[in-house]
Protein backbone atom coordinates (compact mmCIF):
# COMPACT_ATOMS: atom_id res chain seq x y z
CA UNK A 1 0.00 0.00 0.00
CA UNK A 2 1.37 3.86 -0.84
CA UNK A 3 0.74 7.33 -0.23
CA UNK A 4 -0.83 8.67 2.82
CA UNK A 5 -2.65 5.44 3.95
CA UNK A 6 0.67 3.67 3.51
CA UNK A 7 2.46 5.86 6.02
CA UNK A 8 -0.35 5.81 8.03
CA UNK A 9 0.30 2.24 8.17
CA UNK A 10 3.59 2.45 8.85
CA UNK A 11 3.68 4.45 11.10
CA UNK A 12 0.48 2.07 12.92
CA UNK A 13 3.40 -0.48 12.93
CA UNK A 14 6.01 2.22 14.62
CA UNK A 15 3.63 3.43 17.57
CA UNK A 16 2.75 -0.86 17.98
CA UNK A 17 6.59 -1.82 18.31
CA UNK A 18 7.77 1.12 20.07
CA UNK A 19 5.04 0.94 22.97
CA UNK A 20 5.41 -2.40 22.83
CA UNK A 21 9.12 -2.26 23.54
CA UNK A 22 8.28 0.02 26.41
CA UNK A 23 5.48 -1.63 27.84
CA UNK A 24 3.05 1.54 27.02
CA UNK A 25 -0.16 0.50 26.42
CA UNK A 26 -2.52 1.70 23.33
CA UNK A 27 -5.19 0.94 21.45
CA UNK A 28 -6.43 2.26 18.21
CA UNK A 29 -9.96 3.99 17.84
CA UNK A 30 -11.97 5.58 14.99
CA UNK A 31 -11.52 4.64 11.88
CA UNK A 32 -8.48 2.97 11.58
CA UNK A 33 -9.66 0.32 14.69
CA UNK A 34 -12.67 -0.53 12.25
CA UNK A 35 -10.14 -1.37 9.48
CA UNK A 36 -8.41 -3.32 11.89
CA UNK A 37 -11.39 -4.88 12.96
CA UNK A 38 -12.51 -5.75 9.53
CA UNK A 39 -8.98 -6.83 8.65
CA UNK A 40 -9.03 -4.26 5.44
CA UNK A 41 -8.87 -0.53 5.02
CA UNK A 42 -12.59 0.73 4.37
CA UNK A 43 -12.14 4.70 3.14
CA UNK A 44 -8.86 7.35 3.55
CA UNK A 45 -8.22 7.79 6.61
CA UNK A 46 -7.39 12.14 7.88
CA UNK A 47 -5.16 10.72 11.40
CA UNK A 48 -4.35 8.04 13.35
CA UNK A 49 -6.21 7.81 16.38
CA UNK A 50 -5.17 5.78 19.36
CA UNK A 51 -6.04 5.83 23.34
CA UNK A 52 -3.33 5.81 25.95
CA UNK A 53 -3.27 5.72 29.97
CA UNK A 54 -2.89 9.80 30.55
CA UNK A 55 -0.04 8.53 32.79
CA UNK A 56 1.98 7.60 29.86
CA UNK A 57 1.25 10.60 28.02
CA UNK A 58 5.05 12.21 28.46
CA UNK A 59 6.77 8.89 28.19
CA UNK A 60 5.41 8.43 25.14
CA UNK A 61 5.61 11.58 23.62
CA UNK A 62 9.44 11.43 24.59
CA UNK A 63 9.56 8.07 22.77
CA UNK A 64 7.96 9.80 19.81
CA UNK A 65 9.83 12.82 19.90
CA UNK A 66 12.95 10.57 19.54
CA UNK A 67 11.75 8.87 16.20
CA UNK A 68 10.63 12.09 14.70
CA UNK A 69 7.12 13.04 15.93
CA UNK A 70 6.61 16.34 16.89
CA UNK A 71 3.63 17.58 19.11
CA UNK A 72 1.41 19.63 17.46
CA UNK A 73 0.94 22.70 19.08
CA UNK A 74 -2.83 23.29 18.12
CA UNK A 75 -4.01 21.02 20.95
CA UNK A 76 -2.59 21.05 24.37
CA UNK A 77 -1.11 18.57 26.16
CA UNK A 78 -3.61 18.55 28.84
CA UNK A 79 -5.84 17.99 26.89
CA UNK A 80 -4.75 15.09 24.68
CA UNK A 81 -1.54 14.17 22.95
CA UNK A 82 -0.92 15.09 18.88
CA UNK A 83 1.77 14.24 16.95
CA UNK A 84 3.46 15.04 13.49
CA UNK A 85 5.58 13.82 11.25
CA UNK A 86 5.68 15.10 7.64
CA UNK A 87 1.88 14.30 6.60
CA UNK A 88 0.98 11.81 9.36
CA UNK A 89 -0.65 12.92 12.19
CA UNK A 90 -1.24 10.58 15.32
CA UNK A 91 -3.81 11.37 18.07
CA UNK A 92 -4.03 9.78 21.33
CA UNK A 93 -6.68 10.57 23.79
CA UNK A 94 -6.23 10.14 27.48
CA UNK A 95 -7.72 7.46 29.53
CA UNK A 96 -8.20 7.05 33.17
CA UNK A 97 -9.92 5.00 36.03
CA UNK A 98 -11.94 6.34 38.28
CA UNK A 99 -12.17 5.07 41.98
CA UNK A 100 -14.68 2.37 41.24
CA UNK A 101 -11.81 1.26 38.70
CA UNK A 102 -13.82 2.25 35.77
CA UNK A 103 -11.96 3.43 32.62
CA UNK A 104 -13.19 6.73 31.95
CA UNK A 105 -12.30 9.54 29.84
CA UNK A 106 -8.90 10.85 31.23
CA UNK A 107 -9.31 14.49 30.34
CA UNK A 108 -10.98 17.53 29.27
CA UNK A 109 -14.49 18.61 29.27
CA UNK A 110 -15.91 14.66 29.66
CA UNK A 111 -13.07 13.88 31.84
CA UNK A 112 -14.11 11.22 34.63
CA UNK A 113 -17.40 9.81 32.23
CA UNK A 114 -17.30 5.94 32.14
CA UNK A 115 -16.77 4.61 28.93
CA UNK A 116 -18.19 1.19 27.66
CA UNK A 117 -17.58 -1.47 29.84
CA UNK A 118 -14.81 -3.71 28.05
CA UNK A 119 -13.90 -0.94 25.05
CA UNK A 120 -10.05 -2.62 26.07
CA UNK A 121 -10.65 -6.10 26.05
CA UNK A 122 -11.31 -6.65 22.46
CA UNK A 123 -8.78 -9.03 20.87
CA UNK A 124 -5.77 -7.50 18.46
CA UNK A 125 -6.90 -6.37 15.17
CA UNK A 126 -4.92 -7.14 11.97
CA UNK A 127 -4.68 -5.60 8.16
CA UNK A 128 -2.46 -8.04 6.18
CA UNK A 129 0.72 -8.96 8.13
CA UNK A 130 0.05 -5.86 10.39
CA UNK A 131 -1.83 -5.98 13.99
CA UNK A 132 -2.42 -3.81 16.64
CA UNK A 133 -4.35 -3.49 19.80
CA UNK A 134 -7.87 -1.85 19.08
CA UNK A 135 -11.07 -0.70 21.09
CA UNK A 136 -13.84 -3.55 20.90
CA UNK A 137 -16.28 -3.35 18.06
CA UNK A 138 -19.07 -2.55 20.71
CA UNK A 139 -17.23 0.48 21.93
CA UNK A 140 -16.84 1.55 18.08
CA UNK A 141 -20.35 0.93 17.22
CA UNK A 142 -21.32 2.92 20.87
CA UNK A 143 -19.15 5.80 19.97
CA UNK A 144 -20.20 6.31 16.05
CA UNK A 145 -24.06 6.17 17.29
CA UNK A 146 -23.53 8.87 20.14
CA UNK A 147 -21.01 11.31 18.05
CA UNK A 148 -24.02 13.29 16.92
CA UNK A 149 -25.42 13.93 20.80
CA UNK A 150 -22.67 14.39 21.88
CA UNK A 151 -21.43 16.83 19.73
CA UNK A 152 -24.75 18.26 18.37
CA UNK A 153 -23.38 21.21 16.45
CA UNK A 154 -21.98 18.60 14.25
CA UNK A 155 -23.56 17.34 11.81
CA UNK A 156 -23.97 13.37 11.08
CA UNK A 157 -21.46 12.11 8.32
CA UNK A 158 -21.89 9.85 5.65
CA UNK A 159 -18.58 8.39 6.56
CA UNK A 160 -19.68 7.46 10.00
CA UNK A 161 -23.01 5.95 8.38
CA UNK A 162 -20.85 3.67 6.15
CA UNK A 163 -18.88 2.50 9.33
CA UNK A 164 -21.74 1.64 11.54
CA UNK A 165 -22.78 -0.52 8.15
CA UNK A 166 -19.69 -2.12 8.21
CA UNK A 167 -19.63 -2.39 11.96
CA UNK A 168 -23.02 -4.37 12.25
CA UNK A 169 -22.23 -6.72 9.67
CA UNK A 170 -18.97 -7.50 10.69
CA UNK A 171 -17.63 -7.24 6.69
CA UNK A 172 -14.19 -5.63 5.24
CA UNK A 173 -15.16 -3.03 2.34
CA UNK A 174 -16.02 -3.97 -1.38
CA UNK A 175 -13.82 -2.39 -4.16
Known amino acids: MDGLAGRQLDAIREVVDLTGA ?21 RPHVDVDWYCWRRDAGPLAARLGGQGWA ?13 VRADVELSFAYLDRDS ?12 GTPLPEGMLESAPGRIGPHTAPVISVAAQIE ?29 PPTG
Open 71 to 83: VDPRMPVEMQLDV
Open 100 to 111: AGRVVVGAGPWA
Open 22 to 42: AGIPVWLRGGWAMDFHLGAVS
Open 143 to 171: FKEMFPVWMPDRPGRAKDAADLARLRAGR
